[in-house]
């Protein structure tokens, strides 16, 4: 995981015990900066986004989907993505920012919540990633997920899940390379011609210290 000056990684953090729905709304995501994974003079802010944010955050989603080609038969997903309104009142959704700029986002999605598709209890989900695509390959999606890891850390999952569309193979490479594994038993089809794989990873939590 990739962390900023005086930040510690998800496995040195000491996990908070409260009960399940008051770590969720207490939880503020990863404020710090977060370094690139490619040389840059540049540092990645990772935050909660701001309800001032939610229609930017939207467009850059749809932005991304459109540019990777995954709204070629849009069916109404255009609009669905770009809702960061809709869902930010019961869902956490972060965003990254280079330079003040906003060149990314996610909203996490955990089990029992109104947009979690496929998370089992103590398993957080996540979705709706979209990185601005100038800024692909200068490492947003990986602190991202770096984030979305933060997250189920501090609330005490055990698993991050995932579930994208068969044909999207970039995003297959990116996930595999992250630590992500297929789950081909949970793999689902939401609608004809759309095959969803889901792809998981164990969350690393820290171990208690006996002085």
Not at 162 to 170: F, G, L, M, P, Q
Not at 198 to 210: D, G, I, K
């Amino acid at each position: 995981m990739l962390c900023g000056p005086g930040q510690h990684s998800a496995s040195s953090r000491t996990v908070d015990r409260m009960p399940p729905d008051d770590r969720r709304r207490r939880y503020q995501g990863r404020i710090a900066g977060v370094p690139d994974s490619v040389p840059s003079p540049s540092v990645l802010e990772i935050r909660p986004v701001r309800p001032d944010e939610h229609e930017a955050a939207g467009a850059l989603v749809e932005a991304a989907y459109l540019a990777g080609g995954l709204l070629d038969n849009d069916r109404g997903y255009g609009a669905h993505v770009r809702d960061v309104a809709g869902r930010a009142s019961a869902h956490p959704v972060l965003v990254a920012l280079r330079d003040s700029r906003l060149v990314g986002t996610v909203t996490l999605t955990p089990h029992g919540t109104p947009h979690s598709e496929m998370a089992h209890e103590d398993e957080v989900e996540f979705r709706y990633l979209g990185v601005a695509p100038e800024a692909w390959g200068g490492g947003v999606a990986q602190a991202l997920v770096a984030a979305c890891e933060d997250y189920a850390v501090a609330t005490g999952a055990v698993r991050l899940v995932i579930c994208v569309i068969s044909d999207n193979t970039k995003a297959h490479r990116l996930y595999e390379r992250l630590g992500f594994v297929r789950a081909p038993d949970r793999d689902w089809t939401p609608m004809p011609g759309v095959d969803l794989w889901a792809f998981t990873r164990p969350v690393p939590h820290p171990t208690p210290v006996h002085v």
